[in-house]
């Protein structure tokens, strides 16, 4: 079995963008994909450390209709191969258009279908997201360690504790979750 590492899309690879009310969207099309800082190297130290990169990403805009299938999966293969992600799955679902599914986050479908097409060993993987909502997935999954990345808002610290989800770790950048990864490893 191969170790992963989980890694959110949105926040984590390409930067948010923000609509005109303030209101947080994914890139819509390859002109707004815009890769954050430090993303690569990140990615390439956790993949000469042996791990395979899975992308679990919720893509509500599909359903909301913002966002093509097809333009979604321009995005993801363009991904994909500028920066060696071996495979992205996304929920297109949104409740309030698609109903319940199993794959949106922080539900486990799509780690679990990963983990059968990839024979991954979950609970020795990792989960890196910018939401409380991917760790929550992480945790769900029963990955050995969670990472939240970015800055911690004092927003997001009071939900933390209203809801009792705590990563294992918080860093700025894929680089540091990178090295983090790989001193737990030794």
């Known amino acids: 079995m191969s170790k992963a590492i989980f ?69 993801n293969n363009k991904l994909k191969k500028d920066i060696n992600i071996d495979e992205i799955y996304c929920c297109p679902h949104h409740i309030k258009f698609t109903g319940d599914c199993d794959c949106r986050k922080p539900k486990t479908g799509l780690v679990e279908r990963a983990s059968k097409d990839h024979n991954l060993d979950v609970q020795n993987s990792y989960f890196v997201g910018d939401s409380l909502s991917d760790i929550q997935t992480g945790i769900n999954a029963g990955v050995k360690k969670t990472f939240l990345i970015g800055i911690i808002r004092e927003d997001i610290l009071q939900i933390q504790h209203q809801k009792q989800i705590f990563p294992d770790f918080t860093f700025p950048n894929l680089v540091e979750v990178a090295n983090k990864i790989i001193e737990l490893e030794k």
Not at 11 to 37: F, R, S, W
């Open 7 to 75: 890694l959110d899309r949105d926040g984590v690879i390409n930067k948010h963008l923000y609509e005109t009310d303030g209101k947080i969207m994914a890139p819509a099309n390859l002109g707004q994909l815009k890769i954050l800082p430090k993303v690569k190297e990140g990615i390439s130290k956790m993949k000469n450390a042996g791990f395979k990169i899975i992308v679990i990403s919720n893509q509500p805009g599909v359903a909301f209709g913002y966002l093509d299938s097809k333009e979604l999966n321009k995005i």
